[in-house]
């Protein structure tokens, strides 16, 4: 004949099970399983800063591009190259869905080393008018832009920095176990390449 459950020694049983389960999650916890989506967190976040001072430059190009065109308007040439590399360098997008997108990454690369060519062009010529390189709009434009540039080869630097954590860490033990095991899906990361010789310094706009 069957005897009723006893519900202390059933509530007791849960309890344990509970307990066990917690010590679980805090081993794994301090075994680095959530190291991944961490380091994979702070990628995306460092890129998003990659992305919004890459969006104040093209932010500041038109404007600058006005302000020259006043004082030079002979040279279409080069005032032309700049707005069409702003246009490309615009056109193409790279977020969080994307950025696991090596060719999507280059050829954001490449359009906005383009561009940083372009407005290194455009400051040189302006070197030649002396009216346009006092205007008090000119100089201001060209102290945004400066201090923009920098800001970029922070957020690049960054970004590759965070690049590499996240890579070293699901390469190396015993990141590379909880990769095979839970994160398999989550691809090593592309990241920045130089594109042209000092492609990790700013351009210098200074005169």
Not at 185 to 207: C, G, H, L, W, Y
Request: proline share 5%.
């Amino acid at each position: 004949m069957s005897h009723p459950a006893d519900p202390r020694r059933f509530a007791v049983a849960y309890s344990w099970r509970w307990l066990a389960l917690l010590c679980l999650v805090l081993a794994l916890s301090g075994c680095g399983v959530n190291n991944i989506p961490t380091l994979d967190e702070k990628v995306k976040s460092a890129w998003a800063q990659v992305e919004n001072q890459y969006q104040r430059r093209a932010d500041l190009i038109p404007n600058l591009v006005e302000t020259v065109k006043g004082y030079a308007q002979q040279e279409k040439e080069t005032l032309t190259a700049v707005t069409e590399a702003r246009a490309k360098a615009t056109s193409i997008q790279v977020d969080a869905d994307t950025l696991n997108d090596p060719q999507t990454l280059k050829r954001f690369e490449q359009a906005q080393s383009q561009l940083t060519g372009a407005l290194s062009r455009l400051m040189a010529v302006s070197e030649r008018y002396p009216d346009l390189k006092s205007n008090q709009n000119f100089l201001a434009l060209q102290s945004q832009l400066e201090g923009t540039e920098n800001r970029i080869a922070v957020a690049r630097r960054d970004f590759i920095q965070a690049v590499q954590a996240y890579n070293t860490e699901i390469r190396t033990f015993p990141g590379k176990i909880w990769h095979s095991l839970l994160y398999s899906d989550m691809p090593i990361r592309e990241t920045f390449e130089a594109t042209s010789p000092n492609a990790d310094q700013a351009p210098q706009v200074k005169f």
